[in-house]
């Protein structure tokens, strides 16, 4: 056993050895083990990320969006039929006239009886101030 | 005999029959009808058996019975033997059991047949008027549903509305071509040239009215209507009797009498194609009424096969895309018919005293309540979808296949995804039907009429799938128009 | 007997399906026994594959398919369509995969499911049927047939007997992997349109198919390696197309889910080696291509591994390392050299086994618990020791432990792909590591410490049934982890061919072949001749 203040060389080294480990020791918790957490950290946070793009933006955007769009299409496509045999009718002889002309390269002739139609349908509901399929006042 | 004027004397008969017979004997009405379905078919077969290549013409050359023809003539046939099977409880439910109905179908049928075997126009026309008229009756017949007065009136005008504006088509053509005739039509048009104004409009008025018949947006806005409100066994028949009819008529007279304008229709084809196919499945995915659904269902099958058929339109004749768009139509509307009838079979058989029965919520449960229909009720949809081993994929595999032989990759692939789409509300009717506690869990009674209906063609539909061999080789024998030289290349 | 080896195996599974429609609803016991006695005896039959397969491993034959039965277009000769089955080594050890999970699962499902009893088994022997096919299909037509017959008893299995979205899953994978189908089968047609244009014979039949399907023009080629790459890809599935398998895993009974990780999605994989790689040689070795395969495995193995790190279910977590582990194997088929392309099958075949058992892991617990939350879950080893101790040998399996299967696997397709360029082992290789994280965190945070939820402490142990049916898999999890070597020599031969075939056509690549323009350019010339 040493005793006193009188360290010899190798009690000197042994302490400077104790320091040396306890500085190794520090820096093994304090900042390689922090850099380790650190890194498990991140991939944490990276993989949240992830699960959160695979569900709204692979997922949502890629899959239910195009699904939730081609239902929501499908609501105007059948406001079409209105029920009023007087407009398919109208529509069949649209279509017809329409092609007939465009075959025959006369689509002038045919956008301006369109807006013709137009034109005169929209007077004519202002002047006599009627909408159609609506139900007159008349019947409560 | 012509088995045309063979179905006619049935028809009559049963006229008369049923001022005699009581009401609970009503259905010796459906056995008398079935009977004269099966005789006719007896005819159609005799005539098969010893039929000359050249087929045979009668009425001053306005009827030519080809293989073309007979093909057509055993499918209608075979469309009203199941219709024949599948009403007679409905009815009786419905309570409106009369022989005219029979009638009517068996009248129908003879109509279709004019239509299919005609190669004179005014026989063609004779034909579609007489069909349609059976058929504006029989979508009406429930006299005291309003719905089924409103279809029929609805699809009356329409009918009438698009009859006339084919007349006047034709008119135009037998004004061009000095003749009725579709070979006379046909040389008329090889020499004129296709751009001239009156030959446009006359091929756009008559396309105008072959579309109606088939459906095809922008002249579809009567099907679901109709569909919707007609008895629901008379919806399985027109769905398939009628558009099969449609498009024999369609075939004849584009394919034969307005050839050389091919290139002026088939562009309009391409447009009307896709848009139907786009409407019909975009239109059909948030229906909740079962036979409306079926309705625009069956408006997408139409945009199949006009795909098809601008394969053919774009392709040389003889060419394997020309062939195999031909070869697919007409299997097409092969599986088409059973597949369908099936469907609408299994729809009918939920009608009850209480329950109409065409509500997606009014199929829920149905594993409970009839697990057999509700397992062949699958396989219908499943070859409604196009998915082998089910009939309905020999279809589609023939229709695409004519599209990449003629070079339409993206046609192709447009085509195929929509038939994703029409998988989709396929599934929902699946879903509601396997997936979903019943409302009700008492067994659902199902006439020996029903189970026949339902079983025949879900034999058809799964031995059309699995062993499509026979099938094949019969439409490759009825391929060509007899009298058309371009058109009656054979493939053995 | 021994010719038609291939079709007793095939339809064993669906004479089973028949028999039970006879058997009354409500008699269960008979039911469970019968469907159990086919699966089981379904397994039992292909046994003697093995034998008979071993003795010709090395035997060359001229379409290097062995057990050939049915003649050419004897099925539909007037499509040009057979029924033609065959296997060579890759296919052989897919079908011994199928047979066991089959078995296996159904064992599984002896307490799990008591609605619908009847329905679930006779649905699941057909889908078997309908699995065993696509593997054993030389006939293109024959199996596009099964590979589309077998989405509707999955759909079913789930839609029926799943969990909470049941319905929503089903309907997602059968429209998703619909889509890829039907693309695919424009694909075929082009394929078959093509070898009628060279040969002027209708047929579907694959080794004749391979011989034309290289001659495709590089520009045609292309995108019908496209149209292929969706069907198989989403199937696979591959980053971007996976997100309809973690929906179709988390609500599928437990049976659904191993037969699906184990069988369905290798039929992807399957797919690329047994088509894409020999019918577009040149497009597959063209660099950006094999670039983008390469990538797009690397982001499944990272990502896969990443999303599955932060789930908070079970299944979810299971799933996500499906693709995790599949991208591994994709990775090994797109190196395009013999090492990758062995390592990606035995890998598949090890995913199956030891994926299988991970879900078998999940359902033991979903069922003694139902619910799969991790949270729910703690200190389970304290209570079920045998079951913690089958467990962790799996999940080491799964991690790629040497002296287990799954380190064999990994191993090889990581040579394969250093091989190629060192790069992309570079950047699969962390996946292991990620791995590694789930595997044993998930197992840390449900098997060690103390029983957290007193809803655990009275779980009864692992059944002998239950027992039974991990057996299996630990047997083979140690086989192939121990001694590889006869699964290798298995799968040189067909690997071989496959690499021979990349290699004599890569060299007439993107220059592009001026070969024949399917389009109808001569159309009097095209005169069809159907083949008999």
Same mark, same amino acid.
């Given at each position: 056993?040493?005793?006193?203040?009188?360290?010899?060389?190798?009690?000197?080294?042994?302490?400077?050895?104790?320091?040396?480990?306890?500085?190794?020791?520090?820096?093994?918790?304090?900042?390689?083990?922090? =850099?380790?957490? $650190?890194?498990?950290?991140?991939?944490?946070?990276?993989?949240?990320?992830?699960?959160?793009?695979?569900?709204?933006?692979?997922?949502?955007?890629?899959?239910?969006?195009?699904?939730?769009?081609?239902?929501?299409?499908?609501?105007?496509?059948?406001?079409?039929?209105?029920?009023?045999?007087?407009?398919?009718?109208?529509?069949?002889?649209?279509?017809?006239?329409?092609?007939?002309?465009?075959?025959?390269?006369?689509?002038?002739?045919?956008?301006?009886?369109?807006?013709?139609?137009?034109?005169? =349908?929209?007077?004519?509901?202002?002047?006599?101030?009627?909408?159609?399929?609506?139900?007159?006042?008349?019947?409560? | 005999?012509?088995?045309?004027?063979?179905?006619?004397?049935?028809?009559?008969?049963?006229?008369?029959?049923?001022?005699?017979?009581?009401?609970?004997?009503?259905?010796?009405?459906?056995?008398?009808?079935?009977?004269?379905?099966?005789?006719?078919?007896?005819?159609?077969?005799?005539?098969?058996?010893?039929?000359?290549?050249?087929?045979?013409?009668?009425?001053?050359?306005?009827?030519?019975?080809?293989?073309?023809?007979?093909?057509?003539?055993?499918?209608?046939?075979?469309?009203?033997?199941?219709?024949?099977?599948?009403?007679?409880? @409905?009815?009786? /439910?419905?309570?409106?059991?009369?022989?005219?109905?029979?009638?009517?179908?068996?009248?129908?049928?003879?109509?279709?047949?004019?239509?299919?075997?005609?190669?004179?126009?005014?026989?063609?026309?004779?034909?579609?008027?007489?069909?349609?008229?059976?058929?504006?009756?029989?979508?009406?017949?429930?006299?005291?549903?309003?719905?089924?007065?409103?279809?029929?009136?609805? @699809?009356?005008?329409? $009918?009438?509305?698009?009859?006339?504006?084919?007349?006047?088509?034709?008119?135009?053509?037998?004004?061009?071509?000095?003749?009725?005739?579709?070979?006379?039509?046909?040389?008329?048009?090889?020499?004129?040239?296709?751009?001239?104004?009156?030959?446009?409009?006359?091929?756009?008025?008559?396309?105008?009215?072959?579309?109606?018949?088939?459906?095809?947006?922008?002249?579809?806005?009567?099907?679901?209507?109709?569909?919707?409100?007609?008895?629901?066994?008379?919806?399985?028949?027109?769905?398939?009797?009628?558009?099969?009819?449609?498009?024999?008529?369609?075939?004849?007279?584009?394919?034969?009498?307005?050839?050389?304008?091919?290139? /002026?229709?088939? &562009?309009?084809?391409?447009?009307?194609?896709?848009?139907?196919?786009?409407?019909?499945?975009?239109?059909?995915?948030?229906?909740?009424?079962?036979?409306?659904?079926?309705?625009?269902?069956?408006?997408?099958?139409?945009?199949?096969?006009?795909?098809?058929?601008?394969?053919?339109?774009?392709?040389?004749?003889?060419?394997?895309?020309?062939?195999?768009?031909?070869?697919?139509?007409?299997?097409?509307?092969?599986?088409?018919?059973?597949?369908?009838?099936?469907?609408?079979?299994?729809?009918?058989?939920?009608?009850?005293?209480?329950?109409?029965?065409?509500?997606?919520?009014?199929?829920?449960?149905?594993?409970?309540?009839?697990?057999?229909?509700?397992?062949?009720?699958?396989?219908?949809?499943?070859?409604?979808?196009?998915?082998?081993?089910?009939?309905?994929?020999?279809?589609?595999?023939?229709?695409?296949?004519?599209?990449?032989?003629?070079?339409?990759?993206?046609?192709?692939?447009?085509?195929?995804?929509?038939?994703?789409?029409?998988?989709?509300?396929?599934?929902?009717?699946?879903?509601?039907?396997?997936?979903?506690?019943?409302?009700?869990?008492?067994?659902?009674?199902?006439?020996?009429?029903?189970?026949?209906?339902?079983? /025949?063609? +879900?034999?058809?539909?799964?031995?059309?799938?699995?062993? &499509?061999?026979?099938?094949?080789?019969?439409?490759?024998?009825?391929?060509?128009?007899?009298?058309?030289?371009?058109?009656?290349?054979?493939?053995? | 007997?021994?010719?038609?080896?291939?079709?007793?195996?095939?339809? %064993?599974?669906?004479?089973?399906?028949?028999?039970?429609?006879?058997? &009354?609803?409500?008699?269960?016991?008979?039911?469970?026994?019968?469907?159990?006695?086919?699966?089981?005896?379904?397994?039992?039959?292909?046994?003697?594959?093995?034998?008979?397969?071993?003795?010709?491993?090395?035997?060359? =034959?001229?379409?290097?398919?062995?057990?050939?039965?049915?003649?050419?277009?004897?099925?539909?000769?007037?499509?040009?369509?057979?029924?033609?089955?065959?296997?060579?080594?890759?296919?052989?050890?897919?079908?011994?995969?199928?047979?066991?999970?089959?078995?296996?699962?159904?064992?599984?499902?002896?307490?799990?499911?008591?609605?619908?009893?009847?329905?679930?088994?006779?649905?699941?022997?057909?889908?078997? %049927?309908?699995?065993?096919?696509?593997?054993?299909?030389?006939?293109?037509?024959?199996?596009?047939?099964?590979?589309?017959?077998?989405?509707?008893?999955?759909?079913?299995?789930?839609?029926?007997?799943?969990?909470?979205?049941?319905?929503?899953?089903?309907?997602?994978?059968?429209?998703?992997?619909?889509?890829?189908?039907?693309?695919?089968?424009?694909?075929?047609?082009?394929?078959?349109?093509?070898?009628?244009?060279?040969?002027?014979?209708?047929?579907?039949?694959?080794?004749?198919?391979?011989?034309?399907?290289?001659?495709?023009?590089?520009?045609?080629?292309?995108?019908?390696?496209?149209?292929?790459?969706?069907?198989?890809?989403?199937?696979?599935?591959?980053?971007?197309?996976?997100?309809?398998?973690?929906?179709?895993?988390?609500?599928?009974?437990?049976?659904?889910?191993?037969?699906?990780?184990?069988?369905?999605?290798?039929?992807?994989?399957?797919?690329?080696?047994?088509?894409?790689?020999?019918?577009?040689?040149?497009?597959?070795?063209?660099?950006?291509?094999?670039?983008?395969?390469?990538?797009?495995?690397?982001?499944?193995?990272?990502?896969?591994?990443?999303?599955?790190?932060?789930?908070?279910?079970?299944?979810?977590?299971? +799933?996500?390392?499906?693709?995790?582990?599949?991208?591994?194997?994709?990775?090994?088929?797109?190196?395009?050299?013999?090492?990758?392309?062995?390592?990606?099958?035995?890998?598949?075949?090890?995913?199956?086994?030891?994926?299988?058992?991970?879900?078998?892991?999940?359902?033991?617990?979903?069922?003694?618990?139902?619910?799969?939350?991790?949270?729910?879950?703690?200190?389970?080893?304290?209570?079920?020791?045998?079951?913690? %101790?089958?467990?962790?040998?799996?999940?080491?399996?799964?991690?790629?432990?040497?002296?287990?299967?799954?380190?064999?696997?990994?191993?090889?397709?990581?040579?394969?792909?250093?091989?190629?360029?060192?790069?992309?082992?570079?950047?699969?290789?962390?996946?292991?590591?990620?791995?590694?994280?789930?595997?044993?965190?998930?197992?840390?945070?449900?098997?060690?410490? %103390?029983?957290?939820?007193?809803?655990?402490?009275?779980?009864?142990?692992?059944?002998?049934?239950?027992?039974?049916?991990?057996?299996?898999?630990?047997?083979?999890?140690?086989?192939?982890?121990?001694?590889?070597?006869?699964?290798?020599?298995?799968?040189?031969?067909?690997?071989?061919?496959?690499?021979?075939?990349?290699?004599?056509?890569?060299?007439?690549?993107?220059?592009?072949?001026?070969?024949?323009? &399917?389009?109808?350019?001569?159309?009097?010339?095209?005169?069809?001749?159907?083949?008999?």
């Amino acid at each position: 056993m040493v005793e006193g203040r009188q360290h010899s060389a190798l009690s000197r080294l042994g302490y400077m050895f104790l320091a040396l480990s306890e500085a190794a020791s520090w820096f093994d918790a304090k900042v390689i083990d922090r =850099t380790v957490n $650190g890194v498990c950290s991140i991939t944490r946070a990276v993989a949240t990320l992830s699960k959160w793009c695979d569900k709204w933006i692979i997922d949502g955007l890629g899959v239910n969006a195009p699904a939730t769009i081609a239902r929501l299409i499908s609501y105007p496509m059948r406001s079409s039929e209105w029920g009023l045999m007087q407009w398919y009718a109208l529509v069949m002889v649209t279509a017809l006239v329409g092609t007939a002309c465009c075959l025959l390269e006369v689509m002038r002739w045919f956008w301006l009886t369109i807006a013709a139609l137009a034109i005169g =349908t929209i007077a004519y509901m202002l002047l006599t101030r009627r909408v159609p399929a609506k139900a007159s006042s008349k019947y409560k | 005999m012509l088995p045309i004027v063979e179905l006619a004397i049935f028809a009559l008969g049963i006229l008369l029959i049923d001022l005699m017979i009581p009401r609970e004997w009503k259905w010796i009405n459906a056995v008398g009808a079935f009977v004269g379905v099966l005789f006719a078919a007896l005819c159609v077969w005799q005539i098969q058996s010893t039929l000359p290549p050249r087929g045979l013409t009668g009425f001053y050359n306005s009827l030519l019975v080809d293989r073309f023809a007979i093909y057509f003539w055993y499918l209608f046939l075979a469309g009203a033997a199941v219709a024949i099977l599948n009403s007679g409880h @409905y009815l009786d /439910v419905e309570d409106e059991h009369h022989g005219e109905y029979y009638v009517l179908i068996l009248l129908s049928v003879a109509g279709m047949m004019c239509m299919a075997a005609g190669i004179d126009v005014v026989l063609i026309f004779i034909g579609l008027e007489l069909m349609a008229i059976s058929t504006y009756v029989l979508v009406g017949f429930l006299r005291r549903d309003r719905r089924s007065n409103e279809a029929a009136l609805k @699809y009356m005008l329409l $009918g009438a509305f698009s009859s006339g504006i084919l007349a006047y088509g034709l008119s135009l053509f037998y004004g061009l071509a000095g003749g009725t005739n579709l070979g006379q039509i046909a040389r008329a048009m090889s020499g004129q040239n296709p751009h001239n104004p009156v030959v446009v409009i006359a091929l756009l008025t008559t396309m105008t009215g072959l579309l109606f018949k088939i459906a095809a947006i922008p002249f579809h806005q009567w099907a679901p209507d109709a569909y919707e409100g007609a008895p629901t066994s008379v919806t399985g028949f027109i769905s398939v009797s009628v558009k099969a009819a449609s498009w024999a008529m369609l075939l004849r007279i584009l394919l034969y009498g307005l050839w050389p304008l091919r290139s /002026v229709y088939t &562009p309009v084809m391409v447009v009307v194609a896709i848009a139907t196919m786009t409407g019909a499945n975009f239109a059909a995915l948030t229906q909740s009424n079962t036979k409306r659904l079926l309705a625009y269902s069956s408006i997408a099958h139409v945009g199949y096969m006009l795909l098809a058929f601008v394969a053919m339109g774009t392709s040389q004749v003889g060419s394997p895309g020309f062939l195999d768009g031909f070869k697919g139509i007409l299997i097409y509307l092969l599986v088409y018919t059973f597949m369908n009838l099936g469907a609408f079979a299994v729809i009918t058989s939920l009608r009850q005293r209480n329950v109409i029965g065409d509500e997606l919520d009014d199929m829920a449960g149905l594993y409970r309540r009839a697990p057999v229909e509700a397992a062949l009720m699958l396989l219908f949809l499943i070859s409604l979808a196009g998915i082998p081993p089910a009939a309905g994929f020999l279809g589609k595999y023939y229709i695409f296949l004519s599209l990449i032989e003629s070079g339409h990759y993206g046609l192709a692939s447009l085509g195929v995804i929509y038939s994703v789409f029409g998988l989709y509300y396929y599934l929902r009717i699946a879903n509601a039907m396997l997936m979903r506690a019943p409302m009700e869990t008492a067994r659902l009674p199902v006439s020996l009429g029903m189970r026949c209906a339902v079983g /025949v063609t +879900a034999l058809a539909t799964i031995v059309i799938g699995v062993y &499509p061999e026979p099938f094949i080789r019969g439409v490759n024998w009825s391929l060509g128009i007899a009298q058309a030289p371009h058109v009656a290349a054979v493939v053995k | 007997m021994q010719s038609h080896i291939l079709s007793i195996i095939l339809f %064993t599974p669906l004479l089973g399906a028949l028999v039970l429609l006879f058997v &009354p609803s409500d008699n269960k016991q008979a039911i469970r026994w019968i469907a159990n006695i086919f699966a089981f005896g379904g397994f039992l039959i292909s046994l003697p594959l093995v034998p008979l397969f071993w003795a010709q491993r090395f035997e060359v =034959t001229p379409t290097h398919f062995k057990f050939l039965e049915g003649t050419p277009n004897n099925w539909i000769p007037s499509i040009g369509a057979g029924y033609n089955l065959g296997i060579d080594g890759i296919s052989f050890l897919l079908i011994m995969l199928t047979t066991l999970l089959g078995w296996i699962s159904i064992l599984s499902s002896w307490t799990a499911i008591e609605t619908r009893m009847k329905e679930y088994y006779v649905w699941f022997l057909v889908l078997q %049927t309908g699995m065993l096919g696509v593997f054993m299909a030389l006939d293109f037509f024959l199996f596009f047939v099964f590979w589309e017959a077998m989405l509707v008893p999955m759909y079913l299995l789930i839609g029926i007997w799943g969990g909470s979205r049941k319905l929503y899953a089903a309907i997602k994978f059968f429209l998703y992997t619909l889509l890829g189908s039907v693309l695919m089968l424009l694909g075929i047609l082009f394929l078959y349109f093509h070898h009628h244009t060279v040969t002027g014979v209708f047929t579907f039949g694959i080794p004749e198919l391979y011989k034309t399907a290289p001659l495709i023009p590089f520009n045609y080629a292309i995108w019908l390696f496209v149209a292929f790459f969706v069907g198989f890809a989403i199937k696979v599935p591959i980053f971007p197309f996976h997100t309809w398998l973690p929906d179709a895993h988390a609500e599928a009974p437990t049976a659904a889910s191993v037969i699906l990780a184990g069988v369905l999605l290798k039929m992807g994989t399957y797919g690329f080696v047994r088509f894409s790689l020999p019918f577009f040689p040149a497009v597959v070795s063209h660099p950006r291509v094999q670039k983008w395969m390469i990538g797009l495995s690397i982001v499944a193995i990272i990502y896969g591994a990443l999303v599955s790190l932060m789930q908070k279910d079970m299944k979810k977590l299971v +799933a996500y390392s499906s693709v995790s582990q599949l991208g591994f194997c994709t990775l090994g088929i797109f190196a395009l050299n013999s090492m990758g392309l062995t390592g990606s099958v035995l890998q598949q075949v090890n995913h199956g086994i030891s994926t299988g058992a991970l879900f078998l892991i999940v359902g033991i617990l979903y069922e003694r618990r139902h619910t799969s939350e991790i949270s729910e879950f703690g200190g389970i080893s304290n209570v079920m020791p045998v079951y913690a %101790t089958i467990a962790m040998i799996m999940f080491l399996s799964s991690m790629g432990l040497p002296l287990l299967n799954g380190f064999v696997g990994e191993f090889t397709i990581l040579q394969g792909a250093f091989t190629a360029n060192w790069r992309w082992a570079a950047w699969a290789a962390p996946g292991v590591v990620l791995a590694a994280a789930y595997l044993l965190w998930l197992y840390q945070r449900v098997f060690f410490g %103390t029983v957290t939820n007193p809803k655990n402490e009275k779980l009864h142990d692992l059944t002998p049934r239950e027992v039974l049916t991990f057996a299996p898999l630990i047997v083979m999890a140690l086989w192939i982890g121990l001694y590889p070597k006869p699964f290798f020599q298995i799968l040189e031969q067909p690997v071989n061919q496959i690499v021979q075939t990349l290699h004599d056509n890569a060299n007439t690549s993107a220059a592009g072949s001026n070969a024949v323009n &399917p389009n109808i350019v001569n159309p009097n010339a095209a005169a069809p001749k159907a083949s008999n």
